[in-house]
């Protein structure tokens, strides 16, 4: 019964490949998103999902994107891989508005472009 | 340029005393301050938060103290226990921001036996 659940939790790739990072919450929250932490292990927001609708895209690569088919999944995909798309990356979930910043963690994908 | 910071990027502790970790942040409009902590291979998980109308909030062993005119939080863990040996996360937000949050760099907490 894991709250938000991500798959797969590792993955090894060539450069250039395209891949998908699933995620699932079972929490009943309206909003999603996906983070990236990189090598300095800051957490930097990439993606942010309302109700199936994009509220918050930070500078990103549109090799990068986005793919919510109902409020309880919210898929990446990433095409051309690069090297350095090497990072770890967190998919979360909550409510959105006053008093809901609490944000729920997938337990995160490691991602490896060689 | 980081808005929230985390200056210590690893505190030591022994085990039963008192850890005080420290954030920093730079945005007088962030409204809302929060603490994750996370361990390794695991996602961050909510720890406690602090609205900027009050200036403590205790939750158990675990205390944030907010100074608003220095811009400056603290977690205050008493006493210190070897499960608590984590990398704790300082983040803030702010309405205009969608409610955006915005992450320091974290402290790794070790807490010796």
């Known amino acids: 019964d894991t709250a938000v659940s991500q798959t797969p939790k590792y993955l090894v790739t060539q450069m250039g490949n395209d891949k998908s990072i699933k995620c699932e919450q079972n929490?009943?929250?309206?909003?999603m998103y996906w983070y990236k932490q990189d090598s300095k292990k800051f957490l930097k927001i990439m993606f942010s999902?309302?109700?199936?609708?994009?509220?918050i895209n930070e500078t990103v690569p549109n090799r990068f994107s986005p793919k919510s088919p109902d409020k309880a999944h919210l898929n990446l995909h990433i095409n051309s891989l690069e090297l350095g798309d090497s990072a770890v990356y967190f998919c979360a979930s909550s409510h959105l508005g006053r008093g809901q910043e609490t944000q729920y963690f997938g337990p995160g994908t490691r991602l490896l472009v060689l | 340029d980081q808005q929230v910071k985390q200056n210590s990027p690893s505190l030591s502790v022994q085990e039963g005393r008192i850890s005080i970790l420290n954030c920093d942040y730079t945005?007088?409009?962030?409204?809302?301050f929060l603490w994750y902590k996370k361990y390794p291979a695991e996602g961050p998980t909510f720890l406690i938060s602090i609205s900027s109308i009050k200036d403590k909030n205790e939750d158990g062993r675990f205390t944030v103290f907010l100074n608003k005119s220095a811009k400056h939080l603290s977690l205050h863990i008493v006493p210190s226990q070897p499960g608590d040996s984590a990398v704790y996360f300082c983040a803030a937000t702010e309405v205009r921001s969608n409610y955006q949050l915005i992450w320091g760099a974290g402290t790794k907490l070790i807490i010796k036996p």
């Open positions: 999902y309302n109700n199936k609708e994009l509220i």
């Open positions: 945005n007088s409009m962030f409204d809302y």
């Open positions: 929490l009943g929250h309206d909003t």
